[in-house]
């Protein structure tokens, strides 16, 4: 497999995006990715040969918070460490341009993951405001 190489705000376009979300969501990827990471504090791209394989954003409230979003890693590419590559170096990132929080909620069959990442648990709630 080729060597992947992770790029710091890349801003793949949407035909990128839609690929990979295809891959691994099984669901169609943002159809305006520029809005969306116009108010990104960081986001990281991971290439294999020049293809998207993995992603990851930061979106930051401006001050001390940000939150992680997204991460994704193509199901080819999986259980080889880039979802934590990707996830450690956006907070290491976040971290240097100024955020001293950075937030996440998952689905609880990916604790160990985020555990891995560097996360520790705490209580969070999320709210639906649209449906879809
Ligand atoms: C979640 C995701 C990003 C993980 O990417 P990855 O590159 O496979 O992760 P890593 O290789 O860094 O995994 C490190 C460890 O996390 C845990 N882990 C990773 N994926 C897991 C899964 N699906 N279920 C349970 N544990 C998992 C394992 O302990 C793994 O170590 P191991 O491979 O030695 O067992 C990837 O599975 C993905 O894109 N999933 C679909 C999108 C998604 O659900 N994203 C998260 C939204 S909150």
Redesign the pocket.
């Given at each position: 497999m080729a060597e992947t190489e992770i790029r710091v705000d890349p801003f793949p376009d949407a035909a990128a995006l839609d690929r990979l979300w295809r891959a691994?969501?099984q669901a169609e990827g943002p159809a305006d990715p520029q809005a969306i990471l116009s108010r990104s504090l960081v986001h990281l791209g991971a290439y294999a040969d020049d293809v998207l394989v993995?992603f990851v954003n930061v979106a930051w409230d401006g001050g001390v918070h940000a939150f992680l979003l997204?991460?994704?890693?193509?199901?080819d590419?999986?259980?080889?460490?880039?979802?934590?590559?990707?996830?450690r170096r956006a907070a290491e990132l976040a971290a240097e341009r100024g955020a001293s929080w950075l937030h996440?909620?998952?689905?609880p069959?990916?604790a160990?993951?985020?555990h891995?990442?560097g996360f520790r648990p705490t209580e969070a709630g999320l709210m639906r405001l649209q449906p879809g």
């Open positions: 691994a969501w993995g997204d991460p994704t890693v193509h199901p590419h999986r259980r080889t460490g880039l979802g934590t590559r990707l996830v996440v909620d998952f689905e069959h990916l160990a993951f985020y891995g990442c």
